[in-house]
């Protein structure tokens, strides 16, 4: 028996017309339903695109996005732009009218037909976002992050069974967005929405996506879990996206004893660590750059730099000298 494939994309391009072609390029993907699968790419890669093709708010130039086995409409073809069992979430929260109270832009989205049912189904959102206790608040005078909340808590309203998030924890305080990312994997377990999310911020795939998509100029390059993109990338473009490694040249590698016939070699900085040595401290600490539970450690012999993540805060200062022990490299 063969199940029809929840959301998918085949062969998909969409080009823009202009001097240098962008857009995206025969993409094919199939998104696993009741899971968090989040888009990464630079800038300009072409996240944006692909989640809107995937929403029905752009037609393909080629192939087709398919929503369990049937073909989604584009603008073209539709009164409201947008597949009906799904919604999108972006930065601009827009839509909110800040006159009204919390509530009211929430509960708006239900029909009037069935008062008590509309009653009940706000304030469960409202609970499921956290943010009960601003029902009566004036939308305009709400935080970034709670405007955030309140968007999603309208896109949620009515029950869509999957929601698109472009990049729409850029303006809310990094305090607020780990638990705003944590609601909205709350979400997903108890409710089995679908999400699909694209983000240019590791931290934040990393610990919110259960299957990651790596995109470079409008084609994707990787997909798998997180912790396996992160741990064996098949690229040097996804380890950059996923940490803030050192990149080290063929020669710099060997200056730091690392024999390898690879161009690039790529050390995260938690595969090098300071150890205690009697010779050879030829590695000079340029900067600590305090991160509360731990510390990036810039450290540098000749013109290399090195990142190294320090679990001991305090311990290391600016012009200490150090012996390094690399304990894991990846080579491109
Ligand atoms: P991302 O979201 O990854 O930053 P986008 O999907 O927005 O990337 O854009 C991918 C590429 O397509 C970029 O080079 C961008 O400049 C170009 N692009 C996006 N939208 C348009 C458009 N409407 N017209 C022309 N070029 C566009
Ligand atoms: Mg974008």
Request: charged share 25%; hydrophobic share 40%.
């Amino acid at each position: 028996m063969t199940t029809t494939p929840f959301l998918q994309a085949l062969a998909i391009t969409k080009t823009y017309p202009g001097e240098r072609v962008a857009g995206v390029k025969r993409i094919s993907l199939s998104i696993q339903p009741k899971k968090i699968t989040a888009i990464i790419g630079e800038s300009g890669s072409g996240k944006s695109t692909l989640l809107r093709l995937l929403y029905g708010l752009l037609s393909p130039d080629e192939g087709e996005v398919q929503f369990k086995g049937e073909r989604i409409w584009g603008p073209e073809e539709k009164l409201i732009p947008g597949h009906d069992a799904m919604k999108m979430v972006t930065q601009d929260t827009d839509g909110l009218n800040v006159y009204a109270k919390v509530w009211d832009n929430i509960a708006v989205l239900m029909p009037n037909t069935d008062v008590a049912a509309k009653e009940e189904r706000t304030n469960q959102v409202l609970k499921q976002l956290n943010i009960l206790h601003l029902a009566d608040k004036q939308a305009f005078f709400l935080s970034g992050g709670e405007k955030q909340r309140v968007a999603i808590a309208r896109a949620l309203i009515t029950r869509p069974e999957v929601m698109l998030l472009d990049e729409p924890f850029n303006q809310v305080d990094t305090s607020f967005r780990e638990g705003l990312q944590q609601d909205i994997r709350q979400v997903v377990q108890e409710t089995g929405l679908t999400v699909i999310m694209v983000s240019h911020d590791p931290a934040e795939v990393l610990s919110m996506a259960d299957e990651l998509i790596v995109l470079k100029d409008g084609e994707i390059i990787e997909a798998g879990k997180p912790k396996t993109l992160y741990q064996n990338p098949q690229t040097l473009y996804t380890a950059k996206l996923l940490t803030n490694c050192t990149v080290l040249s063929n020669e710099d590698a060997r200056h730091c004893g690392i024999s390898s016939k690879a161009d690039n070699i790529v050390i995260y900085p938690e595969w090098a660590a300071p150890t205690n040595s009697w010779t050879r401290k030829d590695w000079t600490v340029k900067q600590v750059l305090f991160k509360g539970s731990y510390e990036d450690l810039l450290i540098e012999k000749g013109h290399i730099t090195l990142r190294l993540l320090n679990d001991a805060p305090g311990k290391y200062h600016i012009g200490d000298k150090v012996h390094i022990k690399i304990n894991r490299y990846l080579e491109f």
